[in-house]
C-alpha cells in the first residue's frame, strides 16, 4: 500500500509519499518521496486578507505537480490538507473549488481543532507516562496539546507564528492568553512538565545543536541557540549557517514562541522527534483506509 500526504501550511508545502508494510500489530512507513516548497500563503492571507492571483497560478503548478506525482507512484489513498492561511483566506474556499477544478485534487480546510488531532497521531510514538506540552509553531497559527501520558487532556489555537506579523502590543496581548490558558490548565499527575516541539524552525535549531541521537534539548541551550542565530544577519544566516532564504527571516520570531511556551509551563527541556503534520495525516489516512487503529509505528527514513 502506498499513501501521501499534502500539508499546505502558511510558509511552505509539503507532499509525503510513503509505502507501508503490515508485520501483525507493528505497521512500517518507508518513506519513498518528500518534496518541500516554500510557498508563502501567509504573506498573501496575513498582509491582504486574500490569496493573490499570482500565488493561485505558482499554487495551480505546484499542486499539478504534486498530483502527477501521485499518480506516477501509484499511491492508493491521499490526503491534502491547509492550515491557518487557507482557513483565513476570504477566498480560501473559491481557491479550493479551483484546485479541484483545474488539478483533479481534493483539499481540506483544516480547523485548529483538527490539526491538533493530526499532530498528535504524529508525536504519540514520543509520548510516555510524563506530563507533556507539545508545541506546533507554523507560520501564521501556534498549537499547543497538553498531555498526560499519551492522552491529550487540552489543545488550543493561537493567531500567532513566525510568519504572521503582530504589532508588539498584539504580541504581547497573545503571549498573556497563552501563559492563562496554560496556567488555568491543571494535570492529575504532580510531575514536572516536558516540552515536545514540531515545526520547521524547532527541527533546524535541533540541528544547529548537533545533538546527534539525542532527541532533546534543553531550555538552557535552545536560548543560547537563538542568541546565537541572531548574532548573524539575514545574508549571513544563508551563507554561514546554510539556512534556506524561508527559514532565515522567521527562526527568531518562532524560537521566542517555543521560548516563551516553556517558561511558562515550567518545562526545562523540549524533545524533538523530527515529525510534523504530514506524518500524523499519513497515519490517520491509514487508519481510515485499512479500517483499523494503529498500536505500534515504525518510521523509516530512508528512501
Do not use: C
Not at 491538533?116 to 509520548?127: F, H, M, Q, V
Amino acid at each position: 500500500m502506498k499513501l501521501a500526504a499534502i500539508d499546505i501550511g502558511s510558509n511552505a508545502i509539503r507532499l509525503q509519499i510513503v509505502k507501508v508494510f503490515e508485520d501483525n500489530d507493528l505497521v512500517s512507513f518507508k518513506k519513498l518521496e518528500f518534496l518541500r516548497f516554500p510557498l508563502r500563503l501567509g504573506h498573501d492571507v496575513f498582509g491582504k486578507g486574500r490569496i493573490t492571483t499570482a500565488t493561485l497560478n505558482k499554487f495551480t503548478k505546484l499542486m499539478q505537480t504534486f498530483k502527477l506525482l501521485i499518480d506516477l507512484y501509484e499511491v492508493e489513498s491521499y490526503s491534502a490538507v491547509a492550515t491557518s492561511a487557507m482557513r483565513e483566506a476570504e477566498n480560501g474556499e473559491a481557491v479550493k473549488e479551483f484546485i479541484l477544478s483545474q488539478v483533479g485534487l481534493s483539499i481540506d480546510i483544516i480547523s485548529g481543532d483538527a490539526e491538533a488531532r493530526i499532530l498528535k497521531k504524529a508525536i504519540l510514538p514520543y509520548l510516555n507516562g510524563k506530563n507533556y506540552i507539545h508545541i506546533d509553531v507554523g507560520g501564521g497559527s501556534t498549537e499547543l496539546n497538553l498531555f498526560e501520558g499519551k492522552n491529550i487532556k487540552d489543545s488550543q489555537s493561537f493567531r500567532i507564528g513566525s510568519v504572521r506579523k503582530l504589532s508588539r502590543e498584539d504580541r504581547t496581548k497573545t503571549f498573556r492568553e497563552m501563559k492563562e490558558w496554560i496556567d488555568t490548565r491543571k494535570l492529575e499527575k504532580k510531575t514536572n512538565i516536558a516540552g515536545i516541539g514540531t515545526g520547521g524552525n524547532i527541527n533546524k535549531l535541533f540541528k544547529l545543536a548537533k545533538k546527534n541521537n539525542n532527541l532533546s534539548i534543553s531550555l538552557a541551550e535552545l536560548k543560547a541557540l537563538k542568541a546565537y542565530v541572531k548574532e548573524f544577519t539575514y545574508d549571513q544566516r544563508l551563507s554561514i549557517l546554510k539556512m534556506n532564504p524561508d527559514r532565515a527571516d522567521v527562526i527568531i520570531p518562532a524560537s521566542e514562541i517555543y521560548i516563551k511556551v516553556l517558561q511558562d509551563a515550567g518545562a526545562d527541556y523540549i524533545t524533538v522527534p523530527k515529525v510534523g503534520l504530514k506524518d500524523g495525516l499519513v497515519y490517520e489516512l491509514y487508519e481510515r483506509v485499512a479500517e483499523k487503529d494503529l498500536t505500534e509505528i515504525e518510521f523509516l527514513e530512508e528512501f
